[in-house]
């Protein structure tokens, strides 16, 4: 008696539903087993059904300058961390990472994060001129785009270095992600233009011409943020680089420039904000909603623009007073941290030690506090999803 054996092949969209089901470690573990296995997982339709349906809001990426006791150059990195070990145990969370983890070579800022892509941005400033360029990386499966172009100019052709912003965000209509630079004031032009690299192509492109932005505050947090298929900043009145000291909150606006249309337009403050002197505001993203952070009197205050494209969707969040925490006369420098009705707020003074703070938005009260006793500078979070979306282009 014979027997026959049968291979059971299943179709290739039977094997992209399964297989868009399992944790992204597997999945980059297939691209091993053979040729068909890696094209099928390296498929963009793929990657966009796995991206869909991995978890999200379960992990940070931290940013955080490690200065060295023996007068050794500073040393960057950029980590993954899981959200609830922050939250049970941020100081040694926080060490591990350090330990298991090794400093960029370079000096790089992330300009920001997008579908789990990191935006890289390096620099090299000399007297004359400042060149920047950009690299796209995915820490999740180790993959790095080659440099951007690079933008090159002379220093003397701008006033002040608000006067210059980079954003980095996602265009879904064209499937691009993109680096936008605000170039303000060159040469005096009273004119501020818009370029974009999207990654893969050989140069930057002009997409748009209008009035001066001035961006940024003295606040190390600059770079546009990404929300709506939009990159949003900060933007002051004219006359402030002038009299920055006569600036007030309800003066600001909020400059929008949007990926797909290349067109821009202004936000207001929100309708109840303070008419108070401007002292460390901030966009950022927060909860997938585009928010403000000012400080007044001690006092942080967050308004939370829960409708993007309405002007009146703007609602506070929270009022933190924060003054028995710091004992000299800068503000908080803050990243947060959302999970349910607990903040953890990452407290960076920039004159001491980095601090945790557990604060609770329910019962507006700060539940717990821990210090971390090692120099952990500029210690950010960025919102992070793990992807297969590679930064390389064929």
């Not at 002009?206 to 949003?232: E, H, K, M, W």
Request: net charge negative.
């Amino acid at each position: 008696m014979s027997s026959t054996q049968n291979s059971c092949v299943l179709p290739e969209n039977m094997l992209m539903e399964i297989l868009s089901w399992l944790p992204l470690k597997e999945v980059v573990q297939l691209r091993c087993v053979s040729k068909v296995w890696n094209h099928l997982v390296s498929d963009p339709a793929f990657v966009k059904l796995h991206f869909q349906r991995s978890p999200k809001n379960t992990h940070i990426l931290l940013t955080f300058v490690d200065t060295a006791d023996d007068g050794a150059q500073d040393r960057n990195y950029a980590v993954i961390c899981p959200i609830q070990d922050l939250l049970d145990n941020p100081s040694s969370t926080l060490e591990t990472l350090h330990r298991n983890n090794r400093p960029f070579n370079r000096s790089y800022t992330v300009l920001g994060v997008c579908n789990g892509l990191v935006c890289l941005q390096d620099s090299s400033t000399e007297e004359v001129f400042s060149e920047y360029w950009f690299r796209i990386w995915n820490p999740a499966i180790r993959a790095m785009s080659k440099d951007s172009p690079h933008i090159r100019f002379r220093n003397s052709d701008y006033k002040d270095v608000s006067w210059f912003r980079f954003g980095f965000g996602y265009d879904e209509w064209s499937d691009t992600y993109q680096v936008v630079f605000l170039d303000n004031n060159k040469n005096e032009s009273q004119t501020l233009e818009v370029r974009v690299w999207s990654l893969g192509d050989t140069c930057w492109r002009n997409t748009l011409t209008c009035d001066p932005v001035p961006t940024g505050y003295g606040s190390p947090r600059t770079f546009g943020i990404f929300v709506s298929a939009t990159l949003n900043w900060l933007a002051f009145p004219k006359f402030y680089l002038d009299n920055s000291d006569e600036v007030k909150m309800n003066q600001l606006e909020i400059f929008s420039y949007h990926l797909k249309d290349e067109t821009c337009r202004y936000f207001p403050m929100p309708d109840d904000i303070l008419e108070v002197y401007v002292y460390g505001p901030e966009v950022e993203v927060l909860k997938g909603c585009l928010c403000l952070f000012h400080h007044y009197e001690y006092n942080l205050i967050i308004w939370l623009k829960r409708e993007f494209n309405d002007e009146k969707s703007w609602s506070k969040l929270l009022t933190f007073s924060y003054q028995e925490y710091v004992n000299n006369e800068f503000p908080l420098e803050l990243s947060i941290i959302w999970e349910d009705d607990e903040v953890l707020l990452l407290a960076n003074t920039y004159i001491f030690k980095p601090r945790f703070l557990w604060y609770n938005t329910r019962y507006n009260r700060v539940d717990g506090e821990e210090r971390y006793e090692n120099d952990k500078w500029y210690l950010f979070s960025h919102e992070y999803a793990h992807s297969l979306v590679s930064p390389c282009m064929n």
